[in-house]
Nanobody, 124 residues
Framework: VQLQASGGGLGQAGGSLRLSCQAS????????VGWFRRAPGKEREFVAA????????AYADSVKGRFTISTDNAKNTVYLQMSSLRPEDTAVYYC??????????????????WGQGTLVTVSS
């Protein structure tokens, strides 16, 4: 399984960015996909997750109402639309994959497959 996160870059506070996560050698259908982030000097933390089959989503309180996780079946891609960006959103963002679970899992250790991260920097 290979996951590739992309779309990071420099954003301004109040602005938007969209991250993408693509998979090779596997179809996302039937799995749960999560987005996590690691800010400088901090531990990796949960951001959002989605069940590909049901569309059920979960968000960290810190991003709820600002970030949206979604899927594109045709492109086998998961997106993280980030809006109303804040400087504290600055982090390396990772996508991760696991077998379906209910409720959606939020712990780093619950996801066995990870992609390389993409850096998001938000300026004030």
């Amino acid at each position: 399984v290979q996951l590739q996160a992309s779309g990071g870059g420099l954003g301004q506070a109040g602005g938007s960015l969209r991250l993408s996560c693509q998979a090779s050698r596997i179809a996302f259908s039937g799995y749960d996909v999560g987005w996590f982030r690691r800010a400088p000097g901090k531990e990796r933390e949960f951001v959002a997750a989605i069940s590909w089959s049901s569309g059920i989503t979960a968000y960290a309180d810190s991003v709820k109402g600002r970030f949206t996780i979604s899927t594109d079946n045709a492109k086998n891609t998961v997106y993280l639309q980030m809006s109303s960006l804040r400087p504290e959103d600055t982090a390396v963002y990772y996508c991760a994959l696991r077998l379906p679970a209910s409720p959606l899992r939020r712990r780093v250790d619950d996801y066995p497959f990870w992609g390389q991260g993409t850096l998001v920097t938000v300026s004030s």
